[in-house]
């Protein structure tokens, strides 16, 4: 049995007649380096959707947002991306630091391309990486196992409109999530955003758009 698949996909793929093909297309497709030309593909993206999973194989999928150049190749077997500051529950970077294996999915909605990157990740204390993204919390870093672009004939071409207000920048403040403002977690904010409790008139309304 291949590598790359396992009982499950042979399953599959003997009912539907596509072992040959699939095959083939693991020859020729997967890449176990980054080319140039991945790279240059990786950090042009300004998002990126995360899976990861915890020590009891529970599932959770992120999307991660910033701006051009999120996600940073380090080397032909490395990427790293930041964790900025978010809900305070961590649960992918937590998942990271009790189960390495995650998988990266980048589209790009305007070209209607897609790329998969899987590997093994971890989160080094201190990391020099930390003052490449402005405000980022801690620098993932991801080391390839495999990585290939998948077929875009489902992907919706779609443009980008305007970059979230949230992004980070090197130069001027970030502006504080309205939820943060809520009375209901006004006595639970750390140090840092305490000056932030207030209430508002309508939590649902704010959560849903923060």
Not at 120 to 137: C, G, S, T, V
Not at 164 to 187: I, Y
């Given at each position: ?83 900025y ?48 993204w ?5 620098v ?17 071409k ?53």
């Amino acid at each position: 049995m291949s590598e790359f698949f396992h009982e499950g996909s042979r399953q599959l793929q003997n009912q539907f007649e596509t072992q040959p093909m699939a095959d083939r297309l693991a020859e020729t497709i997967i890449s176990h380096q980054i080319s140039p030309e991945d790279q240059a593909f990786i950090e042009q993206q300004n998002m990126f959707f995360l899976a990861t999973v915890d020590q009891e194989g529970r599932t959770n999928c992120s999307y991660k947002g910033g701006g051009v150049g999120l996600v940073k190749v380090i080397d032909e077997y490395t990427v790293a991306f930041p964790v900025y500051d978010g809900n305070g529950m961590y649960l992918s970077a937590g998942n990271v630091m009790v189960n390495p294996p995650v998988g990266l999915l980048f589209i790009d909605f305007q070209r209607q391309a897609r790329l998969r990157l899987n590997g093994d990740a971890f989160i080094q204390e201190n990391d020099p990486l930390l003052a490449h993204w402005p405000e980022a919390e801690l620098v993932v870093r991801v080391k390839l196992r495999e990585m290939f672009p998948n077929c875009p004939r489902y992907i919706h071409k779609m443009v980008l409109v305007e970059e979230s207000s949230f992004v980070p920048k090197k130069h001027g403040e970030t502006p504080a999530p309205d939820w943060k403002r809520l009375e209901m977690v006004a006595d639970v904010l750390p140090a840092r955003d305490a000056h932030l409790a207030g209430n508002l008139q309508d939590p649902a309304a704010t959560i849903n758009r923060s």
